[in-house]
């Protein structure tokens, strides 16, 4: 695995982490859209997950990222990931890559267990519990602020209408899908802007949750990755966590139905949140293929970023032929 595009070379990762942390180990590069992630195992087997940004990184960025961890680790029913102090007791810290940029280091311990998106089959079980374990990360959430959490991001669906510049790029089917669902969005956005809003996870996609390694009764273990945390609707957080828990199935309107239920448990959604849940589904359906289709063309070497695109558009052609009013009553 060619350690070069991160300008983080393999040799600098292995003298950062013994003069930081007394580490030493086997590297594995991962993949990711934003940072740069690692897995370091050491000689006793521990592991731990190193992200390395990005240059020209936010500083109040990474404290939002930092703050949010420490939040949810209070919280004994919530299992995420946990942030490993320097030997001088630092959370973060700066170096500076190849070409004299800044990058902040931060290493987390690592989860055990299979990404949702290796997991099969997914039970109706599993699904309820994904939903359940989505409602906690809510729940905790609706008492943490920070002033990042009010930046624009294009995966906010409260964001989601810069799509609309692509949407002529798509052909046939897929940018009438596109189309239908974006006007369905703005014919109700009065009604959206009036939901209760607070911090949300905002991308509990099938590659940051967690399951567990035991195949006869798995459960989800963690959701982890806070990267794209942003204040907007509250009901946003389901819709993304249905968006793609319900990929790659015959029906995926009864596997929507699994997930609400199990989040309904613990947080409970109210009329006007359930109304709008079908076209939000679609919404950050829509954003996931747009960015698909610019990623495609900006960074065609980074497979990760094209990794749901099929999918989506399998998925975004299954959900356009349920009636919307059927799966507000389901």
């Known amino acids: ?101 800044d990058r902040s280091i931060i290493l987390y311990n690592w989860i055990d267990g299979r990404l949702w998106s290796k997991v099969n089959p997914k039970t109706k079980k599993l699904r309820e519990d994904l939903g359940s374990q989505s409602s906690l990360i809510t729940r905790s959430l609706l008492k943490f602020k920070h002033s990042f959490s009010k930046r624009k991001i294009d995966w906010d669906i409260a964001n989601s209408l810069w799509v609309e510049e692509y949407i002529p ?68 957080d389901l819709a993304i966590t249905c968006a793609y828990a319900i990929m790659n199935l015959d029906d995926p309107l009864n596997a929507c139905l699994d997930v609400v239920r199990g989040y309904n448990k613990n947080f409970k959604i109210n009329d006007a949140e359930i109304k709008l849940l079908y076209n939000l589904i679609g919404i950050r359906l829509i954003i996931s293929v747009t960015k698909s289709f610019i990623n495609r063309k900006k960074e065609p070497e980074n497979k990760y970023l094209l990794i749901s695109e099929k999918s989506a558009w399998s998925l975004l052609k299954k959900w356009r032929n349920i009636n919307p009013e059927f799966a507000y009553y389901s």
Do not use: C, W
């Open 169 to 236: 790029m798509f052909k046939n089917e897929e940018k009438e899908i596109a189309e239908e669902f974006i006007k369905s969005f703005k014919e109700r956005l009065d009604e959206f802007n009036k939901l209760k809003k607070s911090i949300i996870h905002n991308d509990i996609n099938d590659n940051n949750i967690i399951v567990s390694n035991n195949l006869k009764n798995p459960k989800v273990e963690s959701i982890i990755d806070f990267g794209d945390s942003v204040f907007s609707q509250t009901i946003n």
């Open 1 to 101: 695995m060619s350690f070069v595009k991160s300008n983080i070379s393999k040799k600098q990762i292995v003298k950062i982490l013994k003069s930081n942390y007394g580490i030493s180990g086997k590297i594995i590069r991962l993949d990711g859209e934003i940072d740069f992630n690692y897995k370091i195992t050491d000689k006793n087997n521990h592991s731990y997950l190193l992200k390395i940004s990005r240059p020209s990184f936010n500083p109040d960025y990474i404290d939002y990222q930092l703050k949010i961890l420490e939040h949810l680790s209070k919280q004994d029913e919530i299992k995420t990931s946990t942030v490993l102090t320097t030997l001088n007791h630092e959370k973060s810290f700066v170096v500076k890559d190849k070409l004299g940029k």
